[in-house]
């Protein structure tokens, strides 16, 4: 289904400039209202020039309330973009305006000339600039959700350093206006084909979080990606299942799961979708357990399905006293996060290339149930967050391309595959793929890719 573009006309975007200069001259005639000939000799001029500033500061931009009406965080950050733009252009008009009355190249008196005058001109272009900018940052600070921690804080320790400042505040204000217009494609998409409910599926979903999470009720593993598919008509369960603990421990409580959902709202059967080990412990619970009988499908992303070199490496070179060192404390903590039995070592163990080509033998597909399978691709280490970035590197030398954890040869199983890039260089990591991080990058839009991946499920009659 083809994404839904908006396009401006040329007249409108014209028009949209125009204004946009027109209220940063307002700014600029304003914050020099003492020096400027005609606000010093018509002071009255000054009455109407204030409104229209608290009118700029209160409502920026009269297309942005239209357009963002819808999301009010989306409204408040492109406001605040905004400003910071009408800031950045009156204040580059002031410095020159500025230079020019110290150098005596001005119809007035200059600063030499009449110092008091500029003096007081200087400090109310300080007060004009500053009400504006403040306005702008806090709004970005407050609503933007691809500033992330690191640029919030580059921009706080780069505000006092000239020119590092100004370079900053262009990234800010370029992070900020991107999210904004992403996301406002993504509600008129969804506002366009509303009505069609392309991911009301006739079994609900059930989505299986991977290894050393958990399916806690404020922080979703899986991301804004649940609340897409919702808006586009899917009902959605989760797997509610430990953390770390062997295969076949997962697959009974995966099993407990399914039966639990499948008594209790009467659907028949789910689709699962299955992220890392979340695929092997789905697999297992529908080859050995009879879970087969209540699933429809089984999406596997990211699953390392013939195990992971790299962990068998590491097992073999990190000493058994560290490894039980670390696992107390994994186990201990996540007791206390409602793991019942956590396992770390077991878990560990069931994700190398022995142990999954070991289980492949007996865990076979069962007839009935749909597979199919996805993977990615991390194209530069750089572009993974900690510790992707780190280990993606080591994986490369054991299993080849990657997506930081996983092998691609290891992600393959069932009857369709997909490996996915983006285009860049960037590519896309084992927590892209759930939407880990909240970022929106250039290539790959991961709610819009669960969106046909459950269109697909729908259309092809699950």
Known sequence: ?????????????????IFHLGKAAVLFFLANAVTLPVTRDHPLLAVPLTAVFLWINVSPSAQNARLLKRDRRLLTCANGCELLRLFLLSTAGTF????????????CESLLMMPGRWIVSTIVAVLVEAAVFWNGIIRIY????????????????????????????GILIRTAEAEAAFELEKLLLNEARSGERICATKY???????VFFRDFRYINYWGRIPGELKKNGAVIYYGNHQSAAPVSGSGEELTARIRQIVEETGCGKVNIIAHSKGGLDSRYA???????????????????HRGCEFADYL????????????????????????????????AVYDLTADACRRRNETVEDMPGVFYQSTGSELAVASGGRFPLNFTCRLVHYFDGKNDGLVGEKS????STYR???????????HGDMIDMNRENFDGFDVREFYVQLVHDLKERGF
């Open 1 to 17: 289904m083809p994404a839904y573009t908006r396009k401006e006309p040329a007249g409108k975007k014209l028009l949209r400039i």
């Open 96 to 107: 020159v305006w500025t230079i020019l009355g110290w150098l005596g190249y001005l119809p």
């Open 142 to 169: 407050l609503t933007s959700e691809q500033l992330g921690i690191r640029l919030r804080v580059l921009g706080i320790l780069c505000g006092w350093i000239p020119v590092a400042h100004l370079i900053v505040l």
């Open 204 to 210: 609900p979903l059930l989505l299986v979080h991977g």
């Open 286 to 304: 529908i080859s050995k357990l009879g879970a087969d009988s209540m699933v429809a499908s089984l999406t596997t992303v990211n699953t390392p």
């Open 315 to 346: 097992l073999e070179k990190i000493p058994k006293k560290q490894q039980d060192m670390v696992a107390s404390a994994y186990n201990a903590a996540l007791k206390k996060l409602g793991d019942t039995n956590p396992d770390f070592l077991a």
């Open 411 to 414: 992600f393959p199983w069932g």
């Open 419 to 429: 490996f996915l890039t983006a285009s860049g260089k960037r590519g896309i990591s």
